[in-house]
Structure formats: C-alpha cells, structure tokens
C-alpha cells in the first residue's frame, strides 16, 4: 500500500555499534582542523587505526571553491537521497559493498563522500591482518574510482583523502596517493618568479652581495672577485665595514679579504674615525688572524693615539681586538688605566661593560705583560673575568687539570683555528697554572652513552698521569 504525500517514511537506520550519536534536536559535526589534527596524531597500527576511524563522518565542507562547485558529480541536486548516500556507505559491511553504493549512485556520490568511503574501509579492515585476495582486487578497483574522480574534489577534501589513504597503508608511490598529491599540488598557488637581479660588478657587486639578507648564499670566490674588480673610489668606508661584519658574523677566515680591510684601513688611516675603526679591526681579533701588512700596527697605534678622548667604547673596543691578538701597545694602555679615564667612562651608559673589558685587560697585562711599567685598573674597579674557585692560590695548588669543552662554534668555520676570544680564554687559565685538557667536539659527538664518554675520559686523564674516580681521589 503506498504512503500518502506527506506521511513520514520509515525512520533511518540505527547507527552502527562504536558510532557517536547527537541527542534530539542536535546534529554533531567536528571541525576539519580538528579532524587532520587527530589523524596526523594517529600511529598506523591496526589498533588505532581502527580506533581513530570511528568518528562520525564531517558533513560535506568546502575551504575553497572546487571546479564542480557544490553540484553533486553526477549532477544531482538532491540533498536527501546525498544524505541517504552517506549513511549508506557509513553501514556498509564488507569493502566490495563500499564499492557498489558507489558505483551504483553516480547521480548521488559528492566529493566528500570519497573520504567516507576510504574512513569506513579503515574501520573495516581494522580488526583484520591482511584483507583475502578477492579485497585486494576490490581496493584496487576503489582506489582507480577516486583517482577518475579525485580532479573534481576541493582542496579540503583532497587532504582528507590524502591522510586517510597514507593512515590505511596505501605506499606513498602507489597511483592513489601520487594522484592525490599531484591534484594538491595543483591547488597550490603559484609561485611567484624571483625578482632579476641587474649584474653587479666590482664595489657595487660587493656591497649588493654583503646588504642581501642571505649572505650565506653568496660564495667567498664571489666577494673575492668582486672585491678585485672594484676601483678604489668604490671601496668606501660603508663597505669596507659591511665585508668586515660578514666576516665576523660568519666565521669567515678568509686571508685575502681579511688583507685587503688591512690594507685600506693603512690607506685610508687620516680619514677613518676610532667608531669604523673598531668595526674595521673586529674580524681580526674574532677570526685570531694576525695580518701580514706591516703597518697595520703603527696604523692602529696612531689613530688610537688620535681619538682615544673622543670615543672611550670604541678604543676599548679596538684594544680588547688587539688583546685577543697578543699585540697591546703601551701608551694607550697608559691612557685608558689612567685616573681621568676611568672617572669619565664611570659616568657614561657604557660604564659596565667597559669596566669588564678593562679587567680583561688588566688580567692580561698582569699574566702576559711583565715589562709593564704604567698605571693599572684599581681593585674595586675590577669585575671577575674567571669564577672566582679558579682564581685562588688554594685552589691552583689543590687542582683537574682544567677540562675544555671544544664546540663546533668555537672554531672559525674551516674548524681548525679557535676563535679570538676562545683561545684568549685557554692562555690566559694556562698562565694562571692550569694544565688544560681540550675535549675537541668530533670525539665527544662519537661517544654513545655515558659509560662510553666515562672510559673516554678516563684515558684522556691517563694520557697527562693523572687519575679519575675513587682510586684517583
């Protein structure tokens, strides 16, 4: 007997066991953020797949416009029978059933319905080890019905199916998931071509290469002929000061460049101030390169001569370079010990750090100086350069040998040379009396465990006839 118009059809399906149902008047439908955070979380054991699968389906979501727009792929404008599509397909009992509701509705199957499908099959195949053959042939049939259809899915779909076809153990070079990938690829905007940069020669080419945010991507062969190619009148102070910089900040221990900044800081002494010498002179004692120009030094000692007043921080700054290189002149030692300095730099905003770098040098004037003759820093100017077990007379004559830990960027980057203020560090603990032990980087990176590293130590220790644990005291 037919229904009346009007009279309400026969009441859906219960949902399948482990699904979560909304209460009356409720509908549920999570987020798709949450959603791809739950499957990215997901580990792809059976288990869990089988677990994570048991979310209720999202309704059909767009995060962007598809080329089918919403029309269903058949063209089916219906949302009930799409609706009745989906319960189908969430019901389904075996993976070939899967396939028939989809084949069988073309008129009816949307994008999303794909991603249901490929959610149901993991619930199915959850609790089994390894489908029989007649699946296998069935999957594949599946996975050829989503790669013909996948052009027409939104990108957010695309994702879904993407996730879940990885999570069910599709290879990653099989032709779903490269399908997929190769359609979200497609979605990606393009991008935009970089920008033609003009051909740059000489002091222009330099300064562009040294002002580019990625100076790493410039060789040094590039600096180096640039810097050949450029006339003198294109070697400024500007420049000169940004090779100097990138030199420093890099770790870049590259002779010729470092002797061409000697150079013109020699050509050019009448027309630099203390404030670009001490940017010009940083990478030298940074780098610990002593450069060959012979008068790079009586340069450097008249200039500080000149404009030791003038600017306290930037002479301190150009002798604590010198201090790393062992080259300290006399006179402006004098000056900068002298009373009237140390009262006029105790009123500036630079008083602290200025104060710790004169104590640097004090420290090496008393350790590496001792012909030394001229004022010192007074005692209660002073700041602790080493901590202060290291500087008492018990505490040299009770000891470890002092053990140095060599990082990686504790060297220039050709990994032979330690840095200025590394290897100013390690003479100044050996003329206080220390033995010291360098732990260079590579061996400590090839230990594996902390017995390991304690039997290299151990023969570290030998090696200087020294001792380590309860025998050793």
């Not at 594949?140 to 695309?158: A, E, G, K, M």
């Not at 080419?205 to 002929?225: D, N, T």
């Amino acid at each position: 007997m037919r229904r009346p118009r009007g009279e309400p059809g026969p009441r859906a399906p219960r949902p399948t066991e482990g699904a979560t149902c909304a209460g009356p008047g409720e509908s549920w439908s999570p987020s798709p953020n949450s959603m791809l955070r739950v499957l990215l979380s997901a580990q792809t054991s059976p288990a869990r797949l089988s677990g994570l699968l048991l979310i209720p389906p999202v309704q059909p979501c767009c995060l962007g416009p598809s080329k089918w727009g919403d029309r269903p792929v058949g063209g089916g404008p219906s949302a009930g029978p799409v609706q009745g599509l989906q319960r189908l397909l969430e019901q389904a009992k075996s993976p070939g059933e899967l396939l028939r509701w989809l084949g069988q509705n073309p008129s009816k199957v949307r994008a999303h319905h794909y991603s249901v499908a490929l959610r149901r099959l993991g619930q199915l195949l959850g609790s089994r080890p390894r489908p029989p053959p007649v699946e296998q042939v069935t999957l594949q049939d599946l996975s050829q019905l989503i790669i013909r259809n996948c052009p027409s899915f939104d990108i957010h779909t695309i994702h879904v199916c993407l996730h879940l076809a990885v999570l069910l153990g599709f290879p990653s070079d099989g032709p779903l998931v490269c399908a997929l990938e190769q359609e979200r690829r497609l979605r990606l905007p393009p991008k935009p071509p970089p920008p033609l940069q003009p051909l740059l020669r000489g002091g222009q080419g330099l300064e562009a290469a040294l002002s580019c945010p990625r100076f790493l991507r410039y060789p040094r062969q590039h600096l180096i002929s640039s810097l050949a190619e450029a006339r003198p009148e294109e070697l400024t102070p500007h420049v000169m000061v940004l090779l100097a910089q990138h030199l420093a900040r890099h770790r870049l221990r590259e002779p010729q460049l470092l002797e061409a900044i000697a150079h013109f800081l020699v050509v050019q002494e009448t027309q630099l101030s203390s404030k670009v010498v001490q940017k010009l002179v940083l990478p030298f004692g940074r780098l610990n390169y002593l450069p060959l120009e012979q008068q790079f030094m009586p340069c450097l000692e008249r200039i500080l001569a000149r404009e030791a007043g003038v600017a306290p921080l930037a002479t301190v700054n150009i002798l604590m370079s010198l201090c790393q290189l062992r080259c300290l002149p006399f006179r402006a030692l004098h000056f900068v010990f002298s009373p009237g300095f140390i009262n006029y730099i105790s009123g500036t905003p630079h008083a602290l750090i200025v104060r710790r770098y004169l104590s640097l040098l004090d420290t090496a004037v008393e350790l590496e100086l001792p012909g030394y003759r001229g004022p010192r820093l007074p005692r209660r100017q002073q700041v602790p350069i080493f901590p202060q077990p290291l500087i008492t007379d018990r505490a040299r004559c009770k000891y470890r040998v002092v053990l140095v830990l060599r990082e990686r960027w504790h060297f220039c980057r050709d990994g032979r040379v330690l840095l200025g203020s590394r290897a100013l560090r390690e003479r100044h603990l050996g003329l206080m009396g220390y033995q010291l032990l360098p732990l260079p980087f590579e061996e400590l990176e090839s230990q594996r465990g902390l017995p390991q590293l304690k039997s290299y130590l151990r023969q570290k220790l030998q090696a200087l006839g020294l001792r380590w644990g309860p025998e050793g005291g």
